[in-house]
Each structure stands twice: as structure tokens, then as C-alpha cells.
């Protein structure tokens, strides 16, 4: 069992930068596929962005693809969504998952993920 944690969001303008931090109960950096994943009220769960383990290859998607980035701290079980140049459509809770590395692609199945975060709310506004 994983337990993760979500920390960074608020309220930005548009243009301006945000960092989310996701935090582990025990190490994943090496053993699962970690993913950004992002909801808005009445949508389904999008898939934002992944590190694969060890190597640590990202996916993107393509909303998010030259704006984010994706990056993971071993030492401190931590992965990173750095958000550049939001816009007010970025606005969602943003969570946080771990999933099997097989399923670290550029899909983002949802289902696939086993363990999730509580989410964080980030705001942009215009």
C-alpha cells in the first residue's frame, strides 16, 4: 500500500508558475509509473503528465507538452509537476497516482493507476 500526498496548488494568474509536490509513503521513484492526472467538475480525469521508473522517460499530454514538466526527487519520494505559462483552462484539482510500469504511456488509463492522491486545487485566473 501507497499513500500520497499532494502539496502546491492555489491561485495563479494567467501566465504565472506553479509547482505541485507529490510525496510517497515509501519509496516509488524505481517501482511504479508516477502520473499527474487533472479533474474539473462534471469532466473525467485527464492524464497530464508520467515518469516512468529508474530511467525515467516523462509522457506528456498534449495540453501540458512545453509547459510542464514532470521530475522525480528518489531521496525524498517525491515527484514534481513544475507548470509554466498556465492558463485560466489549467484550472482543476490535480492528483497525483502510481500505476505498474507497464502501463506508463502516453494513454493515461486511469483505471490503471492503483494508488492516487487526495488532489490540489489549482486556480488560474484571467
Known amino acids: 500500500q501507497v499513500q500520497l500526498a499532494e502539496s502546491g496548488g492555489g491561485s495563479v494568474q494567467a501566465g504565472g508558475s506553479l509547482r505541485l509536490s507529490c510525496t510517497a509513503s515509501?519509496?516509488?521513484?524505481?517501482?511504479?509509473?508516477m502520473g499527474w492526472f487533472r479533474q474539473t467538475p462534471g469532466q473525467e480525469r485527464e492524464g497530464v503528465a508520467s515518469?516512468?521508473?529508474?530511467?525515467?522517460?516523462?509522457y506528456y499530454a498534449a495540453s501540458a507538452k512545453g509547459r510542464f514538466t514532470i521530475s522525480k526527487d528518489h531521496a525524498k519520494n517525491t515527484i514534481y509537476l513544475q507548470m509554466n505559462s498556465l492558463n485560466p483552462e489549467d484550472t482543476a484539482v490535480y492528483y497525483c497516482?502510481?500505476?505498474?510500469?507497464?502501463?506508463?504511456?502516453?494513454?493515461?488509463?486511469?483505471?490503471?493507476?492503483?494508488?492516487w492522491g487526495q488532489g490540489t486545487q489549482v486556480t488560474v485566473s484571467s
Open positions: 515509501a519509496p516509488t521513484g524505481s517501482r511504479y509509473c
Open positions: 515518469i516512468y521508473p529508474g530511467l525515467g522517460m516523462t
Open positions: 497516482a502510481a500505476a505498474q510500469p507497464k502501463y506508463c504511456d502516453y494513454l493515461f488509463r486511469v483505471e490503471k493507476y492503483d494508488y
